[in-house]
């Protein structure tokens, strides 16, 4: 799938979606450095919510292997199993630097395509 497909999907144009996903790609590493502090608290109800704040945006915007390392991440606190999450915590972050930088390049082509994306074909198009 690329970047005019996901925005068609959500009934939005190429430039919207990229400025949505600028949004959420700042949001995710705020509620990722929430779900540390939350971890190095031992505090399960934070680290529930802000995983299943970035498992909710990840889904609405088609990023399919965030979703589900985000999910989770979300279902370890709620059995409050947060020795288990720093690989997931890792795991998340590095997904949200390929999709960081696929939107500094402006473009999804194979290098950017992957874990982040789940469907994404090596086919895409530049978004420029």
Same mark, same amino acid.
């Given at each position: ?7 068609? *999907?959500?009934?939005m ?12 790609l700042?949001? !995710?590493l ?8 939350a ?5 399960p109800?934070?680290?529930? *919510?802000?995983?299943h !704040?970035?498992?909710? =945006? ?11 390392a =985000?999910?989770g ?5 709620r ?7 720093s ?7 590095e997904?949200?630097? *390929?999709? !960081? ?20 074909t090596?086919?895409? *198009?530049s978004?420029?």
């Amino acid at each position: 799938m690329n970047v005019k497909e996901l925005a068609e *999907r959500l009934e939005m144009d190429e430039g919207e979606f990229l400025e949505l996903t600028d949004i959420f790609l700042e949001k !995710s590493l705020s509620d990722l450095n929430d779900l540390q502090a939350a971890i190095g608290r031992g505090d399960p109800g934070e680290a529930i *919510r802000a995983a299943h !704040s970035i498992k909710g =945006a990840s889904v609405n915007l088609g990023f399919t292997e965030v979703f589900e390392a =985000a999910k989770g991440v979300e279902i370890d606190a709620r059995e409050n199993r947060l020795y288990a999450l720093s690989g997931s915590v890792d795991s998340i972050l590095e997904k949200l630097h *390929r999709i !960081s930088e696929c939107l500094q390049t402006k473009t999804f082509r194979v290098p950017c395509q992957g874990d982040a994306f789940g469907s994404i074909t090596s086919d895409v *198009r530049s978004v420029e």
